[in-house]
Nanobody, 124 residues
C-alpha cells in the first residue's frame, strides 16, 4: 500500500520561498505520476502541478508557472515542489497525490493515493 507524507510547509513572507516534499513508503514512486494540489478555506481543491512517471515531464497551473518547479528523486522515493516568489493567494493546504496511469492531471479523481496535506501560509 502506497503512503504519502507531505512536509515543508510553514509561514513565509510574500516573495519568499518554500520547498515541499512528498515522501512515499510502501511502494516505489518511479511508476507513478505525482500531482500537487492545494485547497484554500472555502474553495475547491486546485491542481498545481504534476510530474509524469515516464520521462518526468511536468505540467503547471497557469497561476504558478514560472514560480513553482516540480521534481522527483526516485532514489529517495520523494517528489518536491519548489515554490518561489510566493504570494498571499498561494496560501492553502498543499496535498500530493499519486496515480498510475495518469489521465487528466488536473482532476483529483485521477489520483488513487493522497497525503494528509501541509499548510502553507504566505503573509507579512
Amino acid at each position: 500500500q502506497l503512503q504519502l507524507v507531505e512536509s515543508g510547509g510553514g509561514l513565509v513572507q510574500p516573495g519568499g520561498s518554500l520547498r515541499l516534499s512528498c515522501a512515499a513508503s510502501g511502494v516505489t514512486l518511479e511508476y507513478y505520476a505525482i500531482g500537487w494540489f492545494r485547497q484554500a478555506p472555502g474553495k475547491a481543491r486546485e491542481a498545481v502541478s504534476c510530474v509524469r512517471d515516464s520521462g518526468g515531464s511536468a505540467n503547471y497551473a497557469d497561476s504558478v508557472k514560472g514560480r513553482f518547479t516540480i521534481s522527483r528523486d526516485n532514489a529517495k522515493n520523494t517528489v518536491y515542489l519548489q515554490m518561489n516568489s510566493l504570494k498571499p493567494e498561494d496560501t492553502a493546504v498543499y496535498y500530493c497525490a499519486a496515480a498510475t496511469p495518469i489521465k487528466r492531471w488536473t482532476n483529483p479523481s485521477s489520483y488513487d493515493y493522497w497525503g494528509q496535506g501541509t499548510q502553507v501560509t504566505v503573509s507579512s
